[in-house]
């Protein structure tokens, strides 16, 4: 796995204070991405274990409530499998920090996927330029949707339907 940037003390890509993972590869290349750099999988940095200590050593920190992954799409085949040790780890070291991961895909193509089971909120769907609103909470066009992963996978896994985490206000 590649990635371009670990981003500290964020508040806009998830609840509370936050570490950030913007991995490389994206298939969805959503026009007016505001990402278009981390669309090739080969492309920043190699994820390696400095890369991974930089995080840990974030998640260490008290007032840090979490990761967020993104990119690029941190489900794109380049990153999968890394993506789902890497969270697996976090939440072994971690119980109490919450993941957060934005994909360009949806619930309902992904929602069987095994990290799926260590993702805390996911923010889906692509980007839709004619659907851009600004005053969304954690997301960027109406299209996309915040759900609360573990609610959807317990309460609603018999229909398949995602729990909304947040209503925007």
């Known amino acids: 796995m590649r990635y371009h940037n670990i981003t500290k003390d964020d508040m806009l890509n998830g609840d509370g204070l936050r570490?950030?993972?913007?991995v490389a590869g994206c298939s969805h290349c959503c026009k007016e991405c505001q990402n278009p750099m981390t669309w090739d999988p080969d492309g920043g940095l190699l994820f390696d274990d400095k890369a991974k200590a930089?995080?840990?050593?974030?998640?260490d920190k008290d007032y840090i409530s979490g990761i967020t992954l993104s990119g690029g799409d941190?489900?794109?085949?380049?990153?999968?499998?890394?993506?789902?040790?890497?969270?697996?780890?976090?939440?072994e070291n971690y119980p109490d920090k919450t993941v957060w991961m934005y994909?360009?895909?949806?619930?309902?193509?992904?929602?069987?996927?095994p990290v799926m089971k260590y993702v805390d909120v996911l923010v889906?769907?692509?980007?839709?330029i004619a659907k851009r609103d600004?005053?969304?909470?954690?997301k960027g066009s109406?299209?996309?949707?915040?759900?609360?992963?573990?609610?959807?996978?317990?309460?609603?896994?018999?229909?398949g339907e995602p729990v909304i985490f947040c209503e925007e206000k």
Request: charged residues 30%.
């Open 124 to 128: 889906d769907g692509e980007f839709e």
């Open 134 to 138: 600004v005053k969304l909470r954690w």
């Open 19 to 22: 570490v950030v993972l913007w």
């Open 103 to 113: 994909t360009g895909d949806v619930w309902e193509n992904i929602k069987h996927y």
């Open 54 to 59: 930089e995080i840990f050593a974030e998640l």
């Open 74 to 91: 941190p489900l794109h085949s380049a990153n999968r499998m890394d993506i789902r040790n890497l969270v697996t780890e976090i939440k």
């Open 142 to 159: 109406s299209n996309q949707r915040v759900i609360d992963v573990q609610k959807s996978l317990t309460e609603n896994a018999c229909l």
